[in-house]
């Protein structure tokens, strides 16, 4: 299991003043450095937190994986095409969310995802699809040519007893046997830390999570470099 690193709350810790640090890039550096297996952007239409320089910067200097989390818009898809990252990861976005709130609304809006996959792969960039764990959705993401899903663990971290999160880890689990049987690679991510991870180890299908919060509090206590270190060594377990 590989981890890539999010790096949209190192920017959002910079915007809270307005000022220049913590610069996302030296972030973004420092988590290749320690055993990131790729970078995780998100830019957002209101760019409350990654913007325009950041992404740009990154592209030039990211040296594993940057994977440029996006909304389906004709503004952010032109951005994508410009950029060309390695991974582009189609997500659902909202104005007044504090963060990503669930998975792409993919059957109702299957015509407009669809037609975003093929631009994308026309312009040679892997599309990933974020997605709630429910078998219609990842055979849906089959279906429209998506090459990856990244299943949505927001419910399972959220969880607030042991029966809950067992039943939402299932969940996760199911859904990523059944993505791995369709031929798509299987990602998961959002709210994973330091305590839940452990389970999600345990799906053989998932290749790669995607964690920025959890990383960010922790090394405001043990360093950037030690929190990173912790997390792989419970990955890697």
């Known amino acids: 299991m590989r981890l890539a690193v999010n790096i949209d709350h190192f920017a959002t810790l910079r915007e809270a003043r307005g ?13 290749e450095l320690y055993g990131a297996s790729g970078i995780v952007c998100h830019l957002r239409e209101d760019r409350r937190h990654v913007n325009d320089r950041d992404v740009r910067l990154l592209r030039d200097t990211v ?13 952010i898809l032109g951005i994508a095409i410009e950029l060309l990252p390695d991974l582009a990861t189609l997500v659902p976005e ?8 669930s998975g792409l609304d993919i059957l109702k809006e ?10 994308l792969h026309e312009n040679d960039i892997e599309v990933s699809l ?12 089959s279906e429209i040519g998506a090459d990856i899903v990244e299943v949505h663990t927001g419910e399972f971290s959220n969880a607030r007893s042991q029966e809950e999160l067992i039943e939402q880890l299932e969940r996760i689990r199911n859904a ?5 049987t369709l031929g798509l690679g299987v990602y998961a991510g959002h709210g994973l830390n330091y305590h839940n991870i452990r389970y999600i180890t345990q799906i053989k299908e ?6 920025g919060h959890a990383l960010v509090a922790r090394s405001v206590f043990v360093g950037l470099q030690e929190a990173m270190r912790e997390m792989l060594l419970l990955i890697r377990a």
Do not use: N, Q, W
Request: glycine share 2%.
């Open 130 to 141: 974020f997605l709630d764990p429910i078998d219609e959705h990842i055979e849906a993401a």
């Open 94 to 101: 909202k104005r007044v969310e504090l963060t990503t709130e």
């Open 110 to 119: 299957a015509s407009k995802i669809e037609e975003a996959v093929r631009v």
């Open 63 to 75: 040296k594993t994986k940057l994977d440029f989390e996006m909304a389906i818009t004709d503004e």
């Open 206 to 211: 998932i290749e790669e999570v995607s964690i």
């Open 176 to 180: 990523a046997a059944y993505a791995a």
């Open 19 to 31: 000022g220049l640090e913590p610069d996302p890039l030296t972030a973004a550096h420092l988590c």
